[in-house]
């Protein structure tokens, strides 16, 4: 037998919220039609709360309704401002959350957090307070709750102020960089043009004769040596090969002033290593040679300034690769 609409309309009532996705209708196409009630001050004991969303948006399909506008219930529910003022004034005022931390916060617990703290409002509309809280997102904080909202626009210009700082000192730091690296290219050119002058070229291979004339004789008579007599001879015919070579090319060169500058320690701050260990030791007569337990350093010295000196010759003396017929 069929029922009257007067008697399905009784039949929700006698139901309560529960009944509320009851039958009251159908579509064209056999769906049913969900009946959503409107609260009357007398059904929960207290004044109506206004429904979730108009007729047109409640049929509308749920993703259309997403964090799209602020219905009444979030924008004017006092206890619902309640808690989102105290979010405004505490927790959502916590540096250790950058703005979409908050609205992630904030969006993760303020349904709770509501329902906790007013746990009537849940009673009186348990459709209307769970399916208000189902979407929160920006747009909700930014449409309902101006106080919160300003929070969180307060933390992005504070992101986008300190994001701008830290680009510009980033910039200021690779500017001193480019800056420094120019100078140490322009120090480096001008060392060059220093260092390719015939005067310091004879003092860098004198330097290295003296090396190596020290390392042969801090050893002599030892059966452990750092370089042989005939590694000796053999700097020695290199350095005055180089010295002719260098006095040819100028010969206003002072090579007697030039062998004294170069058994001086040089001007420039020694490195570390073994290249300010050769600084150091260059023109102060090398007694660390004479050391038993420095043996190991002294040996790596002594070889480094023999190869350097052989190097220097065969740069200025070209011919001196090419191995000439003795047959």
């Known amino acids: 037998m069929k ?3 007067a008697a399905g309309v009784v039949a929700v009532a006698v139901l309560g919220f529960g009944s509320a996705y009851a039958q009251t209708g159908r579509t064209p196409d056999g769906r049913l039609i969900p009946y959503v009630p409107k ?36 924008r004017t529910d006092p206890d619902v401002l309640r808690t989102v003022n105290g979010y405004a004034n505490g927790s959502a005022r916590n540096p250790n959350m950058n703005a979409n931390q908050t609205v992630q916060f904030v969006a ?46 307060s933390k992005e210009r504070q992101e986008i102020a300190a994001a701008e700082s830290e680009r510009r000192q980033q910039e200021a730091q690779q500017q001193k960089e480019r800056e420094a690296e120019a100078v ?54 290199k350095v005055v090969a180089i010295e002719k070579a260098l006095r040819g090319s100028d010969p206003t060169l002072d090579p007697d002033a030039i062998w004294t ?3 001086q320690p040089p001007a420039q701050e020694p490195s570390d290593g073994l290249a300010g260990l050769i600084q150091l030791s260059d023109g102060i007569g090398k ?11 002294s040996d790596d010295y002594c070889r480094h300034t023999y190869v350097g000196l052989s190097d220097q010759f065969t740069a200025l003396i070209p011919d001196s690769r090419v191995v000439k017929k003795d047959f």
């Open 3 to 5: 029922r009257s609409a």
């Open 39 to 74: 609260l009357m001050p007398t059904e929960c004991g207290g004044p109506a709360l206004p429904t979730l969303h108009s007729t047109a948006d409640r049929n509308a399909p749920t993703s259309a309704r997403k964090g799209s506008a602020c219905s009444t219930f979030l």
């Open 108 to 153: 993760s617990t303020i349904r709770d957090e509501v329902g906790r703290a007013a746990p009537a409002i849940v009673n009186r509309n348990p459709r209307l307070f769970y399916e208000s809280f189902e979407h929160i997102d920006r747009a909700t904080i930014a449409n309902c709750w101006p106080t919160l909202e300003a929070v969180i626009v």
């Open 184 to 237: 140490s290219a322009e120090r480096f050119r001008q060392q060059a043009t220093i260092d390719a002058q015939p005067g310091s070229r004879l003092e860098r291979a004198y330097r290295s004769y003296i090396g190596v004339k020290q390392c042969v004789e801090a050893r002599r008579g030892y059966a452990a040596i750092y370089l042989t007599e005939e590694q000796g001879i053999d700097a020695k015919a």
């Open 261 to 263: 500058k170069a058994n």
């Open 287 to 297: 007694q660390w040679l004479t050391y038993p337990q420095w043996f190991e350093e």
